[in-house]
């Protein structure tokens, strides 16, 4: 008797766990694996004379990819992603390293709250104030004149791209590191410091193992977004270089080849999937839950 109703709620468990899940399983079905299934039909597509979709089985659009000038953008958007990835994890882990263990609560909680706010406004909003602040009668060119100094070019070139990038993403890269950090056990450090090892020491003998699992966090967190990002490179750069979300926008609104914009967003697809599987096999994920 007991074990009958043992397993009427258990029955009832999961078919109420299902229903549950269920919303959410048909809005991912709805608005991303169907969308991925149609952008990957479209990839090996073409086009004809009035923009149009033909749909077939090619690899094209692809090789057009691989043999054509498109390749550099890739290698582009890679190498901006991965000085901004390691940018950002440098400042972001001394920053979350202080702010862990060294700053007092009440001024913890507010920088905490600085480092949050600029996430409640949008983005355009912050890439615009920066192109305030480089282009040539902007603040920081004023402050160059102040010195008796003329201030190099630095709007729409790859430094103001890699610094909006660094700006927008650095509250991405601080926050699961400061998480990791903060779960740290303080006596694990002070034992190694006790045992003779020094501060540097220390910091790459104990406290990045530890911290592993946000590091991977944070630099997923950061690489992924900006691989595709498309408004700073074509606010900060002006246009002049291009990169994955570029050309992807071009084909996509400008030239109007689907077929060919479905190939490289797939290429992209491909290239973020990796970064995640790399995730979910070596990231210790119970360092940052």
Request: aromatic share 14%; hydrophobic share 55%.
């Amino acid at each position: 008797m007991n074990s009958s109703n043992t397993s009427k709620r258990v029955s009832f468990g999961l078919d109420a766990r299902a229903w549950l899940l269920a919303p959410a399983c048909v809005w991912l079905s709805l608005f991303v694996l169907v969308p991925l299934v149609i952008l990957l039909v479209y990839s090996f597509g073409g086009r004809d004379d009035l923009g149009r979709v033909t749909f077939g089985f090619s690899f094209d659009n692809y090789l057009r990819f691989v043999n054509g000038p498109y390749l550099s953008a890739l290698l582009r958007s890679i190498a901006l992603s991965t000085v901004t990835t390691v940018s950002t994890l440098v400042v972001g882990y001394v920053f979350a390293l202080w702010l862990a263990l060294f700053s007092k609560p009440t001024f913890r909680n507010i920088l905490l709250l600085l480092i949050v706010l600029p996430l409640w406004t949008s983005s355009l909003l912050r890439i615009y104030a920066w192109i305030t602040i480089l282009r040539p009668t902007g603040i920081l060119a004023h402050m160059f004149a102040a010195g008796g100094w003329q201030m190099p070019p630095l709007l729409y070139t790859p430094f103001a791209v890699w610094l909006g990038m660094v700006y927008n993403y650095l509250p991405y890269m601080i926050l699961p590191l400061y998480t990791a950090i903060e779960k740290v056990d303080i006596k694990l450090l002070e034992a190694s410091l006790d045992l003779g090892a020094s501060p540097l020491r220390t910091l790459f003998k104990v406290l990045i193992p530890l911290t592993s699992g946000g590091i991977i966090a944070g630099s997923l967190m950061v690489f992924i977004p900006s691989l595709g990002d498309y408004v700073t490179p074509d606010l900060l750069g002006g246009g002049k270089y291009m990169y994955m979300g570029n050309l992807i926008q071009n084909q996509f609104l400008v030239v109007r080849d689907w077929a060919f914009g479905s190939a490289v967003s797939t290429v992209l697809i491909i290239i973020v999937s990796g970064a995640v599987w790399v995730y979910m096999k070596y990231a210790d994920t119970s360092e940052i839950a």
